[in-house]
């Protein structure tokens, strides 16, 4: 067949290694025998991409096969869906867990790429491996057609008791404050104020980043330095960051304190990127972090649900809870790297290891926190909307002692399930990418809340 190539990348990962991994999927691609078109080096924006589109519709490609070498919003893959009928494909690269930055962050890409197709109810293979490894298999399999997502919807609405009635009822009246819109193609975050006020009795209140922005600049330097005292109790490093960045990254945790008392917030959903290092100048990461500590739940890139996916969740575990991206799968280790930039809050932290102030890998201001989560058992949870059908996903598993995978806060969890399984029924249930974690098991609590919430239960 004649097979038409999408590789797409972001230039904000180590492209020097995307583009190793590119030369390598090719040279895979190369040898399956098929007439190979399209593009061959990494599409970094929109034009580019929407360009190599057209060029394969000239083609009349049989099959298109995006290569998600690192990390990109879903916008590319709804417009590839979009333009073609033909069979769509999505192979996507894991990376070596080494403890450094986060270089490709390739299955987020495919985590929001399933989601986005789930929700405009368009079929897709995909594949997530190593194109160094033992590949023709699974890639043959892959074009043809072998691996579909499929489609996995949630059971029936479970059964309720006083406990979950207690979690519901303890939602009604809580307060969100969304601060920035979500990042276009990331139909993840997307959100109805009424649909969430109708499910749980919760209040959306949007703001402007420049509320945010406005008020930290005006936070005392006295609170500023109180809080930088509370940060060196925490971590023996911050004089290693840039000074004049941890000032504002800090300044940002005193706003949300402000915004927070004014309003009358339970959590926040923050526009996290790229407006808070392009236009303000210091990251919110750290002060998420701080903020969830404090049991006032903070869920980046605006993702409304999540903030809400995360009251629900500190509500059944009576602590605090981290909105985290599941970024690696082992199907060989049978484990999974749950992380995010460094936003965990501080109880997580493995006691054995000291935590750290460092800087986004991506955008190298601060403040982060970096950690990897202690060992035990965890739960995560996610108010979903895939495939436009609200519902509660629930997991569980139990966290290692292991080294960190990635910088920022990550953690090496292996789930009660075999990680291929999982994996598989986290792409056909077209979840979004943020999942809610705490420690313990909390599933029984859950299950009775999703009763309470008439929300229909899916386990992966």
């Known amino acids: 067949m004649k097979l038409g190539l999408l590789p797409l990348g972001r230039p904000t990962f180590d492209v020097p290694f995307a583009e190793s991994k590119l030369a390598a999927m090719l040279s895979a691609v190369d040898a399956c025998g098929h007439e190979v ?3 061959r080096t990494l599409l970094f924006d929109e ?5 190599a589109i057209e060029n394969l519709k000239q083609e009349n490609v049989d099959q298109v096969l995006i290569l ?3 990390f990109t919003d879903a916008s590319m893959a709804v417009a590839a869906a979009n ?3 033909q069979p769509l494909s999505i192979w996507a690269v894991p990376e070596p867990r080494e403890g450094g930055r986060l270089r490709l962050n390739a299955f987020c890409g495919l985590n929001l790429a399933a989601h986005a197709l789930g929700l405009n109810d368009r079929a897709f293979s995909w594949l997530y491996a190593d194109p160094d490894g033992s590949i023709a298999p699974d890639l043959a399999a892959l074009l043809s057609g072998e691996r579909p997502a499929g489609k996995l919807g949630a059971g029936a609405v479970p059964s309720t008791d006083s406990e979950g009635e207690a979690v519901a009822a303890a939602l009604k009246g809580r307060r969100i404050a969304r601060i920035g819109e979500h990042p276009e193609g990331f139909d993840t975050c997307a959100y109805d104020p009424k649909r969430i006020d109708q499910l749980a009795g919760v209040a959306v209140e949007a ?6 922005f406005d008020t930290a600049r005006q936070a005392e330097a006295a609170d500023v330095a109180e809080l930088r005292q509370k940060l060196d109790s925490q971590v023996s490093n911050a004089d290693d960051v840039d000074k004049d960045q941890l000032d504002r990254s800090l300044r940002l945790k005193l706003g949300l304190d402000s915004i927070r008392n004014s309003g009358e917030f339970d959590a926040f959903a923050i526009r996290c990127w790229p407006e808070t290092f392009t236009e303000y100048g210091g990251a919110v990461c750290g002060p998420a972090a701080m903020m969830g500590e404090a049991k006032v739940p903070c869920a980046c890139e605006a993702d409304v649900y999540g903030a809400l996916t995360q009251l629900l969740l500190m ?8 909105l985290t991206d599941l970024v690696d799968v082992d199907c060989e280790d049978g484990t999974a790297v749950v992380w995010h930039c460094g936003q965990a809050p501080l109880s997580m932290c493995d006691p054995a290891v ?10 190298k201001q601060p403040l982060l926190y970096q950690f990897p989560l202690k060992p035990g058992e965890v739960t995560l949870v996610r108010v979903s909307q895939s495939f436009n059908e609200p519902k509660l996903v629930l997991s569980y598993g139990e966290m290692l002692a292991r080294p960190a995978a990635y910088t920022g806060t990550s953690g090496v969890l292996r789930f009660d399930r075999p990680a ?9 249930s077209g979840l979004e990418h943020h999942m809610a974690l705490a420690y313990g098991d909390h599933r029984q609590t859950l299950r009775a809340a999703a009763g309470a919430l008439d929300l229909p239960l899916l386990e992966i």
Not at 47 to 51: D, R
Not at 315 to 322: M, S, T
Not at 420 to 428: F, G, M, N, T, Y
């Open 354 to 363: 000291k935590a750290t102030a460092t800087v986004h890998t991506n955008r």
């Open 47 to 51: 034009a580019a991409t929407l360009a």
């Open 420 to 428: 291929s399984d999982v994996l598989a029924d986290l792409i056909a």
């Open 315 to 322: 509500e059944a575990a009576q602590a605090p809870v981290f």
């Open 37 to 39: 078109v399209g593009a």
């Open 207 to 212: 703001l402007e980043l420049e509320t945010l």
């Open 83 to 85: 333009a073609f009928s």
């Open 68 to 70: 998600q070498v690192t």
